[in-house]
């Protein structure tokens, strides 16, 4: 199998750079799988799991958002915040959904309510998937 080369980076840190066999995304309008040779594409990330494949191993990463691009060098993932599935911390979720039902409920503005609405059920997708 040809390898991908992937540059995965956050604000904090550089998760990976290096060639992996595969890469599946949480995009804005669907989940994905991304191997060598890909056409080229942009997409916003929604909350959720990446998961790098190399070397026989599967390696999930939990983002909350950003982009990816795929090009004639590879994968891009620019992530807002990415956290490897075991160091994730769930309590933080937990809270992050809390408030985003109280933003709901407060809201007097349709459209801003409609969005904050799409992004918690994006948080109770993430939080159903971790608990699997």
């Known amino acids: 199998m040809a390898a991908l080369h992937l540059d ?6 550089v998760l990976v750079s290096g060639d992996v066999d595969q890469v599946d995304l949480p995009g804005a309008e669907g ?3 991304i191997l060598a040779g890909h056409a080229p594409l942009v997409t ?9 494949f190399r070397d026989g191993k599967r390696e999930p990463i939990v983002v909350t958002g950003g982009f990816a691009e795929v090009g004639p060098g590879g994968l891009t993932v620019l992530a807002d915040k990415a956290v490897p599935r075991e160091d994730f ?3 933080m979720l937990s809270a992050e959904i809390k408030d985003a039902e ?5 809201s ?14 994006q948080l109770k997708a993430l939080q159903t998937a971790l608990a699997r």
Do not use: N, Y
């Not at 916003?44 to 790098?52: C, K, M």
């Not at 109280?102 to 407060?106: F, K, L």
């Not at 349709?110 to 992004?119: E, L, P, S, V």
């Open 89 to 91: 911390d769930l309590a």
């Open 102 to 106: 109280e933003d709901v409920g407060d």
């Open 31 to 33: 989940d994905m799988g």
């Open 8 to 13: 995965f980076v956050s604000p904090e840190r």
């Open 44 to 52: 916003a990330l929604r909350p959720g799991i990446v998961t790098i």
């Open 108 to 121: 007097t503005d349709a459209a801003q309510r409609d969005k904050i609405a799409r992004h918690l059920e």
